[in-house]
């Protein structure tokens, strides 16, 4: 449980969790890839929350009636 007053860690890891993955990630990609691995990460972060900002404000559209051209068959 977060104290009060102070904002909850994602997915709910402590300290030593974030410690941990940094360190796994660390070894996976090496530390001279680290920052491509990272800034390509914070771009798709940046992309998803501006996408899921898109998809919560729907756009007006307006309803199309058929017409007497196109309901007429030849």
Do not use: Y
Request: hydrophobic share 35%.
């Amino acid at each position: 449980m977060p104290r009060e007053g102070s904002e909850p860690v994602p997915f709910n890891l402590g300290g030593g969790e974030l410690v941990f993955v940094l360190v796994i990630v660390l070894i996976v990609f090496g530390a001279g890839k680290l920052p491509d691995v990272l800034g390509q990460l914070g771009k798709g972060v940046k992309t998803f929350r501006e996408e899921a900002a898109n998809e919560s404000k729907p756009t007006p559209t307006t309803p199309t009636t058929p017409t007497a051209d196109t309901t007429k068959q030849s």
